[in-house]
């Protein structure tokens, strides 16, 4: 893999550490890059004792529908259709080294067109706003091997009983508000990631509500326990609103353990609206062999 005009040496390529809320990113620009991805490689520099450490890889891309596109990587080599925290790293990469040149623009992803607005410190991004368009509750849409909504329904999981909710924000997610303690959240997390019901896995929330702000504890599909995922916090948002538990078309705090997101629910569902910061942590150089 190789950098566009970023490559300081032969057999060198730079990249780029991102963090979105504890979520972290190694980022390549391959803009005018036609290379294939290597997955495999993306798998070895996530590893956090043999490579860089990351919970996946971004790539940004020329966008040919839009001003700049996106590619993500798991750390387990799998490319995810959506990332809301790597989106807000990439939007954060394009605007600060002049990739685009407005602080409205939009991303291209395997999830669709997103539209991303960025808000300044001293020129520099500091936190995006993100519409993640509209979710998706259709079961077989999800994915998920059940026909119309999976809402507040009974699953019965590893002799346990609990009630959940499956959306897609791009990429699916199960989403509960049982009454787990700890030790069953960490047992369920990775049985119900690759649960029979999901064909393409999922994303898993464990939530609660607590004076209106959602908390929330993520094991992400192919990344496992991570401090954040920004469509796990959106999914999330809709499955409380559609369960009244929060209200529709007002900003809900969302405490993910790597920080807080804000999340906006329209009633008619058309859109949801995420906003948080994105940080660059250190840029470096690898070897391409």
């Known amino acids: 893999m190789e950098t566009s005009e970023d490559t300081c040496e032969a057999n060198e390529m730079k990249f780029?550490?991102?963090?979105?809320?504890?979520?972290?990113?190694?980022?390549?620009?391959?803009?005018?890059?036609?290379?294939?991805?290597?997955k495999d490689r993306c798998k070895l520099l996530c590893d956090r004792n043999?490579?860089?450490?990351?919970?996946?890889?971004?790539?940004?891309?020329?966008?040919?529908?839009?001003?700049?596109?996106?590619?993500?990587?798991?750390?387990?080599?799998?490319?995810?259709?959506?990332?809301?925290?790597?989106?807000?790293?990439?939007?954060?990469h394009a605007y600060d080294f002049g990739v685009v040149d407005k602080t409205e623009f939009?991303?291209?992803?395997?999830?669709?067109?997103k539209t991303v607005k960025v808000a300044l410190d001293a020129d520099k991004v500091v936190t995006v706003r993100v519409d993640m368009g509209a979710p998706i509750l259709d079961g077989?849409?999800?994915?998920?091997?059940?026909?119309?909504?999976?809402?507040?329904?009974?699953?019965?999981?590893?002799?346990l009983v609990i009630r959940g909710n499956a959306v897609s924000m791009g990429n699916p997610h199960f989403?509960?508000?049982?009454?787990?303690?700890?030790?069953?959240?960490?047992?369920?997390?990775?049985?119900?990631?690759?649960?029979?019901?999901?064909?393409?896995?999922?994303?898993?929330?464990?939530?609660?509500?607590?004076?209106?702000?959602?908390h929330i504890k993520v094991y992400e599909r192919g990344a496992q326990w991570t401090l954040a995922c920004g469509t796990g916090a959106c999914a999330s948002t809709v499955a409380a609103a559609v369960n009244g538990l929060v209200s529709f078309d007002e900003p809900v705090a969302v405490r993910l353990p790597g920080g807080?997101?804000?999340?906006?629910?329209?009633?008619?569902?058309?859109?949801?609206?995420?906003?948080g910061p994105a940080e660059l942590v250190y840029e470096g150089n690898i070897s391409d062999e």
């Not at 807080?260 to 906003?275: A, F, Q």
């Open 140 to 159: 077989r849409s999800i994915p998920i091997d059940h026909d119309g909504k999976f809402i507040d329904r009974q699953l019965k999981v590893d002799n």
């Open 260 to 275: 807080w997101l804000t999340i906006t629910v329209k009633k008619d569902l058309s859109h949801v609206y995420m906003e």
């Open 50 to 92: 043999y490579g860089i450490g990351a919970d996946g890889v971004l790539f940004l891309l020329s966008g040919d529908k839009a001003d700049v596109g996106m590619r993500v990587i798991n750390a387990d080599g799998t490319e995810a259709e959506m990332c809301g925290n790597g989106i807000r790293c990439l939007a954060k």
């Open 16 to 38: 780029w550490k991102y963090h979105g809320i504890g979520n972290d990113f190694i980022l390549f620009d391959w803009i005018g890059n036609d290379i294939e991805i290597d």
């Open 106 to 113: 939009t991303i291209d992803t395997l999830a669709g067109i």
């Open 175 to 214: 989403i509960t508000f049982s009454d787990l303690d700890d030790g069953e959240v960490i047992r369920l997390g990775p049985i119900l990631e690759k649960y029979k019901l999901f064909p393409k896995r999922t994303n898993v929330e464990f939530c609660r509500i607590e004076d209106g702000n959602i």
